[in-house]
């Protein structure tokens, strides 16, 4: 546990016996991006997870979204109810989940939130999601990550 970078640690030690194994990959290299973190893996950016933070009113909330997709954040608002989505700021995505953006853990978080998980992630049955650091992934189930980060599905993607 000593060679993961200090935010990874933490977000072991914050998640403890998960259920599930738990073991980050580590990048030489930051892969803060969908497609930088499927580059250093050899596989398609849809294997990717993002964890991305937003603003709900003024609740945080968090979209778990596959890497090859973005959020429509009007379909965001009109499930939670919200007058009005916003990405959430870097300052507000540490404060709210303990990580940076770019490295943000799909659980673990200092404060909860809601998750949002779209039904696009179910194109694979394994997925590469951010262990705390932008330099750390980890693969897990894809239902096993939804009942982890306490996930409702929904579909807020942007039409392709």
Not at 11 to 27: M, R
Request: hydrophobic share 45%; with cysteine; net charge negative.
């Amino acid at each position: 546990m000593d060679s993961y970078p200090a935010a990874t640690r933490r977000f072991l030690e914050q998640i403890g016996d998960a259920g599930v194994p738990i073991e980050p990959v580590v990048f030489p290299g930051d892969t803060k991006t969908s497609q930088e973190a499927a580059d250093a893996l050899g596989c398609h950016v849809s294997k990717i997870t993002k964890s991305l933070v937003f603003m709900a009113d003024e609740a945080p909330l968090m979209v778990l979204m596959a890497g090859d997709r973005r959020v429509d954040v009007s379909a965001v608002a009109q499930v939670v109810g919200a007058q009005r989505v916003r990405r959430a700021k870097l300052d507000e995505v540490r404060e709210n989940t303990g990580f940076v953006a770019g490295g943000t853990p799909p659980f673990g978080h200092v404060k909860d939130m809601r998750v949002l998980a779209d039904r696009s992630i179910t194109d694979n049955d394994v997925v590469w999601v951010a262990a705390g650091s932008p330099k750390t992934v980890f693969a897990i189930g894809v239902h096993d990550l939804v009942r982890l980060s306490r996930a409702v599905w929904v579909d807020v993607a942007e039409e392709v």
